[in-house]
């Protein structure tokens, strides 16, 4: 029964898809003075076309709610790319039987996949300083991606990619 339980506590703990997030950024800038935005000019995010619409549009939304709006004299070019990779899994949960005695033993154990390897999406959200043409701040996130997800699948995820990239933003010095 203990087993059972732990299997499921396993499971439960490794289906968890909720997207990861790594920030950094220049100190020596003043966040606060940065209002608005424009796509890099040279936007390539490496997604299909439908995914990098998708993001674009998370992107509009994710930059209105933290206050930036559209300009043809933006003070930040917000760029973004991507890249896919296979994670390697090492979760498994070990089952062994020894026995033995006065200086004798016997041992036997195996291991038990808990999922398998999964496809990560990172997504890299760089902001540039017009003006300066320098890298300012950026998030790096990576979630679980199902390429077999319907589109509404895909919208949510890159709504919650976006999300958790501005949740560094302005960053706290």
Known sequence: MKLIKLLFVCVLLSSCNAPKAVYDYDDTVS????????LF????????QLD??????????GMESKGFSTSEEPGVFV???????????RSSIGIGVGGGGRGGGVGVSGGIPIENNSIILEVTIDFIDVAEDSLIWQAIV?????????????????DEIVQKALEGYPPKK
């Open 31 to 38: 966040f606060n003075n940065y209002k608005t935005y424009q």
């Open 52 to 61: 990098e619409t998708r993001l674009i549009a998370s992107l509009k939304n």
């Open 41 to 48: 000019p040279d936007f390539q995010s490496g997604l299909s």
């Open 142 to 158: 990576e979630t679980k991606f199902n390429p077999n997800a319907s589109p509404e699948e895909r919208r949510a995820m890159f």
């Open 79 to 89: 760029n973004a790319y991507s890249r896919e990779f296979m994670d390697q899994n």
